[in-house]
Each structure stands twice: as structure tokens, then as C-alpha cells.
């Protein structure tokens, strides 16, 4: 049995806590142009420095955490309803549904997502909402299969089965019963799955294909600042520091959850 | 013999779905080729339509699908919108360099996550064991084109050790010198690919190996005095072959997929820069050739990982 992760949750509530609040404490604009303030260095009157059109860095970390974790949590959880309902019905169901449901996760898992979502984006406008379809639609499959394999499990029981004989209706044997079975793992995937889709967000803001000027996001900040990474890495290091430390937050906590339920499917 | 007939066709299933969802999705996009401001503003009609005979985009959906389709069969993608090339030639071109980085880069990967996946595995809880999985969740969780950025500005600008990009230095070498170019030029990128995957690897492999070293051979072979290393060798390698076949054989869409990302912070001219450029400009003929031969590898790979299995695995010949 691990310790709890109190390191990795005080990390997750520090950032959740300054995006969200952080501004109403530090009250910069973080889109005032500033002409007498290009690329400067941390210090004390600009935190974390300034970008190359003098705007103040920390304000701008504060509001992209908004839309990066807006979007994080967004995706994850559409990705898991999708997951939930694919998983648990061709656990449940068995037979032609999971026939179909196999060759529906082997159909997205084929194309490579990254290609997908690129391919998306560039005929869609990016904005917040569009980037959480996007990524929720091909991010699901991980948790399907896992659900998936868990309600094998379950339907095999006995007491469902019994249920079953009893023709008790397949929508009251599977709120009431395959739900609460599944929570643990799906509470699992979910914080995985915030971890991941920030990551995808990034990477496409990265590219220049996430959310548009001039909303902003950790990735966008940070890929404005790849420009100039020889002579003002503060730009891209702090919202990339941001990216990882929540995704390592995250990522943590889900392992510890595996560890506590007991529940280690193998992640990939 | 049946067993791979039908794994054929479920390949052909599987492209023949891809291939209308692709071509559907393109098609439907708003903004195409032709509208996107890509061409001369002063472009009459006529200039437009005569354009759209030569791309066959005059002709109705369903015939443009199947002359792709049976075009694509000869290895045929078309031309490139944008620069006015063979498709199959663009690719061609650029494909070796994009799957060569990634075998080298997976290889290394495998050999590190075995290494390091076992030897967690068999100190469970030691502070080894930790470590890796402190390291492990630390691979998972950093964005590779952050790392790439990182490396750069330490070993390519401060340090000036790598280079910041590109495959080749600026004068011609030949001979060994040539090739040794090229690896000094990649070092960063196969780093960053190595280091952003072996984590999740070297977890698998440890898990899986955890499991095997519970199972009642383990504990005879321990009993009659076999040393960790026989027990690595006889027991746990056999088996933990099969399911990382099976991951091998499902990670190359994400492999290929980050080649975009990779390929354009280091420009190495390959595969996943291509398609970065085709998607901004909307290249369609790209765009589809690249998302079949991808599609066309990752079902490949499958199905080698599945025959592979059956070699490995004398359970599941009998099961089919």
C-alpha cells in the first residue's frame, strides 16, 4: 500500500486554485502590450518575465491554465461517458455488440490520433469547445477497453447471472449494479485521462492548430516562446512546467488510485 | 493458413472503412484547396474549373472515390496540390527517414524497458524499483516537444555539443563520414523519443513480470535451486514475449504520430513534417496518402504481431 500522494494533490490544487483565483490576487492584464517591457527576465515587478511583445508571463500562465484545464477535464470526461457506454455495453451485451465494438476501437486506434486531430483542426476553426470534441472523440478508446474488460468480469459473476434469470431489465441491472463495480476504474482512467488530453492539447497548440489568438493556452504560450527559446527561455520553460507538473500530478494520483483499489490494468 | 485468410481481410475490412472515412471527412471540409486563398486572387473561373478537370474534382463524389481507391491499389496518390509532385514520390522520399528513427528509437526503448522493467520487477519495493517508477511516471507525464526544447537550448545552443536540427551538416561528407553525420544529427531527436516512451513501456514490462514471477512454476523452479538468472532466461523472457509483441504492434500509430511534432522542432524532412504541411495547407492528395500508408503499417504490424504470437505462443494455436 503507497503513501497518498499529498505531494502531487497539493501540486494539482496549487495550479487549479492559481488559475482560476489567481487572478483576482495578481491583477495584470494578460493581454496589455507593453513596448518598454520586451523579453524581461523574471523579476520582481514581472514574476516570470515578459513575453517578445512585453506581455506579463504569470498573468498569461494564470489565464491559459484556465482553457488548458478547461479543456483537460472537458475532454476526459466526454472521453469517459463515450467509454463507459462503448465499454459497458459490449461487456454486458457480449456477442455482435462487442464484435462491432472491437472493430470500432481497432478502426481508431489504427489511425494515429495525432494525425487524426491534425487532420480535423485544419479544416475546423480551433476554438476551446471544437479542441474537446476533438480530443475526446480520439481519446476514448483506452478507457472503453478497460471498462470493457472489466464488465466481462463482472457479468460473469454469479449474482448477475442470476439477475439475468430473473429477467430483471438490462437498464436496472446495469445502473445498479455495473456501475458501482466500475467506478473505481473508471475514477482511475479519468484522472489518466485529464493528464493525456492536456498533453494532446498542447501538442496541437504546439503546432499552431489549438485555440486561437488572443485566447491562449499553456501550449500556445509556450510554442509563441519556441522563437525566441535562445535568448528568452523563460517564455516556453514556466508553461511548459506548468504542462508537466499537472500532468505528473495527475498521473500520480491515478497510480495511486490502481494501488489502492487494487485495480492495476496495464496502462498504455 | 484460415487464420491468416481471415486476418486479410479483416485488413481489407478495415482499410476499405478508413479509406471512405477519410476521404468523406476531407471532402466535406469547408474550406478546400481552392478557397483557401492558396492560389492567385486574380484567377478567373474558367482558369478554376479547367484546374479542377485536371484534379478530376469535376466528376461526381462516388467516382472520384473509386478512381482513388483503384489508383491507390497501383501505389498511385495522386499529385500534391501544393507542390505539383507524385504523392508516391513525396512519401516515398521522406518515409525512410521517419520509420527509420522510430526503429531505432524503439529498439533502444525495448532493450531499456526490459532491463529496467525485470530488475524492478524482481526487487519489487527496493529503492531501484522506485526509482524506475518515479522516472517511469516522469517519462509519461513530459511533453516531448517540451524535452525537445529543453535539449536544445542546453545541448545544442549553450553547449553547442548537437546539433539544434536538420539530418545533414552544410558541406557534403562521403563514406562513413556521411552516415556518421547523420547519427550525430539525431541523437537529440532519439532521445527525446526515448525518453518520452519508456516509461509507460517499462511499466508494462514490470507488471506483466510481477505477475509471472507469482505463478507456481516460478516458485518450483526457486525450490529446486534455480538463480535469478535461469528464471529470467527460462521463464520470464518466454513469456513475457507474446504481450509486448502485441504492444510493439499497436504503438506505431503514436509513434508515427509524434514523429509530427518531433520532426518539425528538429526539421528532419520525414514523414510527420510532410503531413504538418499538408494539413496546414489543406493538401489533400497528402493529407489521404499519408493516413493510408499509416493505417496500411499500424494493420500490418498487427497482423505480424498476431502470427508472431502464434509462433510464441503454442496456447493459442490450439485455441484457433
Do not use: C
Not at chain 1, 486561437?212 to 499553456?218: F, G, I, T
Not at chain 1, 519556441?226 to 511548459?240: C, L, N, T, Y
Request: aromatic share 12%; net charge positive; no cysteine.
Amino acid at each position: 500500500m503507497s503513501k497518498a500522494p499529498l505531494f502531487s494533490i497539493s501540486i494539482l490544487v496549487g495550479v487549479i486554485l492559481l488559475s482560476f483565483f489567481g487572478g483576482l490576487i495578481y491583477n495584470v492584464s494578460p493581454f496589455e502590450l507593453n513596448s518598454e517591457a520586451i523579453l524581461l527576465p523574471p523579476s520582481l515587478e514581472h514574476p516570470l518575465g515578459t513575453d517578445r511583445l512585453g506581455r506579463d508571463l504569470l498573468a498569461r500562465i494564470i489565464e491559459g491554465g484556465k482553457v488548458s484545464l478547461t479543456i483537460g477535464v472537458g475532454s476526459a470526461i466526454i472521453a469517459s461517458l463515450i467509454g463507459i457506454m462503448a465499454g459497458v455495453s459490449a461487456g454486458y451485451f457480449k456477442g455482435k455488440v462487442d464484435k462491432s465494438f472491437v472493430i470500432a476501437v481497432d478502426l481508431f486506434l489504427t489511425f494515429p490520433t495525432f494525425f487524426l486531430l491534425l487532420a480535423m483542426v485544419s479544416y475546423v476553426e480551433a476554438s476551446t469547445l471544437v479542441l474537446i470534441v476533438v480530443i475526446s472523440i480520439t481519446g476514448w478508446m483506452t478507457t472503453a477497453r478497460m471498462i470493457r474488460s472489466e464488465s466481462f468480469a463482472i457479468g460473469n459473476k454469479p449474482f448477475i447471472k442470476i439477475l439475468k434469470i430473473a429477467s430483471v431489465p438490462s437498464y436496472k441491472i446495469i445502473l445498479k449494479y455495473f456501475l458501482p463495480l466500475i467506478a473505481p476504474i473508471f475514477f482511475i482512467s479519468f484522472t489518466f485521462g485529464v493528464g493525456g488530453a492536456i498533453l494532446s492539447e498542447s501538442g496541437l497548440s504546439f503546432l499552431g492548430l489549438g485555440v486561437l489568438p488572443p485566447q491562449m493556452s499553456w501550449g500556445s504560450i509556450l510554442s509563441e516562446g519556441k522563437e525566441v527559446i535562445d535568448i528568452a527561455w523563460w517564455v516556453s520553460f514556466f508553461p511548459g512546467l506548468m504542462i508537466f507538473l499537472v500532468t505528473f500530478s495527475l498521473i500520480n494520483i491515478s497510480d495511486y488510485l490502481q494501488s489502492v483499489t487494487n485495480k492495476r490494468e496495464k496502462i498504455i | 493458413m484460415k487464420l491468416l485468410l481471415k486476418k486479410l481481410l479483416y485488413i481489407g475490412l478495415m482499410l476499405l472503412i478508413i479509406s471512405l472515412i477519410s476521404f468523406g471527412a476531407i471532402h466535406m471540409a469547408p474550406n478546400s484547396f481552392f478557397s483557401a486563398g492558396e492560389l492567385n486572387p486574380n484567377i478567373t473561373p474558367e482558369t478554376l474549373e479547367h484546374l479542377k478537370r485536371i484534379y478530376g474534382l469535376d466528376k461526381p463524389l462516388w467516382e472520384q472515390y473509386l478512381s482513388w481507391v483503384w489508383a491507390m491499389l497501383h501505389l498511385d496518390f495522386g499529385i500534391s496540390f501544393a507542390t505539383g509532385k507524385s504523392v508516391t514520390q513525396e512519401i516515398a522520399q521522406r518515409i525512410g527517414v521517419t520509420l527509420g528513427i522510430n526503429l531505432v528509437s524503439m529498439s533502444i526503448v525495448f532493450a531499456l524497458s526490459l532491463y529496467l522493467g525485470i530488475k524492478a520487477a524482481l526487487k519489487q519495493d527496493s529503492v531501484f524499483d522506485r526509482t524506475v517508477k518515479q522516472f517511469s511516471l516522469i517519462s509519461f507525464s513530459m511533453p516531448s516537444f517540451y524535452l525537445a526544447l529543453l535539449v536544445i537550448i542546453l545541448f545544442a545552443v549553450e553547449l553547442k555539443l548537437f546539433p539544434i536540427g536538420g539530418l545533414h551538416s552544410l558541406e557534403q561528407k562521403s563514406g562513413v563520414y556521411y552516415y556518421l553525420d547523420i547519427a550525430w544529427h539525431l541523437v537529440l531527436p532519439i532521445f527525446v523519443i526515448v525518453f518520452v516512451s519508456f516509461g509507460s513501456m517499462a511499466m508494462y514490462v514490470r507488471s506483466l513480470t510481477i505477475e509471472i514471477l507469482k505463478s507456481d512454476y516460478i516458485f518450483f523452479a526457486k525450490a529446486r535451486g534455480a538463480g535469478e538468472k535461469e528464471i529470467v532466461k527460462r521463464f520470464v523472457l518466454p513469456n513475457l514475449s507474446p504481450p509486448l509483441v502485441t504492444v510493439l504492434g499497436l504503438s506505431l500509430p503514436g509513434l508515427i504520430g509524434g514523429s509530427v511534432i518531433l520532426e518539425s522542432i528538429f526539421s528532419i524532412n520525414g514523414m510527420g513534417l510532410l503531413f504538418y504541411q499538408a494539413a496546414l495547407a489543406r493538401d489533400y492528395p497528402v493529407i489521404m496518402g499519408i493516413l493510408i500508408i499509416t493505417s496500411f503499417l499500424t494493420l500490418l504490424g498487427n497482423v505480424l504481431a498476431d502470427l508472431a504470437m502464434l509462433r510464441l505462443n503454442p496456447y493459442f494455436k490450439r485455441d484457433s
